[in-house]
């Protein structure tokens, strides 16, 4: 800062001499910032987050109709491989048990593979929903824990903000005071030693 800076913001500057502070318009310079950068860090958690129920109220009102949820969870199923392989190898099996007993083909042979590789499917799609709502568990856990963690991180840092914000408030509106207190001080000094000098000329 220059020297014509510092005397002309001086309270020594005559045209300083009178000029008053408002210490409410020099605390609001800052304090008015506070909702703009509150804003500014807010948004993109309140962004985020809206985002983050908008997917959480759609799928939760999916589990209003528990029936239609599974349907729409098993409409891709397949048997696995691993499945696949049992009920091969029963297939074997019991073709051979019945061509060595003699009851190959018989509603008995069908109705002993029926029962068994229903069996083996019916475990595979039980395995498989169960894993699709493990996977589906986590992803609802994992938007509710961005939810809360980001509304959570952004009210902390706008607390912060505005915290230290309104410290620098209040340190401006001390500083408005103080020097209006200075002025004050020094216009006093100025009339007293006037008004001594005045006496003087006068006696």
Do not use: C
Not at 91 to 109: E, I, R, V
């Amino acid at each position: 800062m220059s020297l014509w800076s510092d005397y002309t913001e001086s309270i020594f500057n005559p045209v300083n001499i009178l000029s008053r502070e408002n210490p409410k318009e020099e605390a609001n310079r800052y304090l008015d910032q506070i909702p703009g950068v509150g804003r500014q860090y807010y948004n993109p958690f309140i962004e985020g987050g809206n985002k983050a129920r908008g997917v959480l109220e759609g799928e939760y009102s999916k589990l209003l109709n528990p029936n239609s949820f599974i349907d729409e969870l098993m409409k891709n199923y397949s048997l696995s491989k691993g499945a696949q392989y049992q009920r091969d190898e029963l297939t074997k099996g019991l073709n051979a048990t019945a061509a060595a007993g003699g009851f190959s083909g018989t509603p008995y042979h069908q109705t002993s593979y029926g029962n068994m590789a229903d069996k083996i499917i019916s475990q595979d799609m039980q395995q498989y929903l169960q894993n699709a709502l493990g996977v589906y568990g986590k992803g609802l856990s994992g938007e509710e824990d961005f939810f809360n963690k980001g509304y959570g991180a952004s009210s902390s840092l706008a607390d912060l903000i505005a915290g230290n914000l309104g410290s620098q408030g209040g340190l401006a509106f001390q500083q408005a005071n103080q020097t209006n207190a200075s002025r004050d001080a020094f216009v006093n000094s100025l009339i007293k030693a006037l008004s001594q000098g005045a006496g003087a000329y006068g006696g």
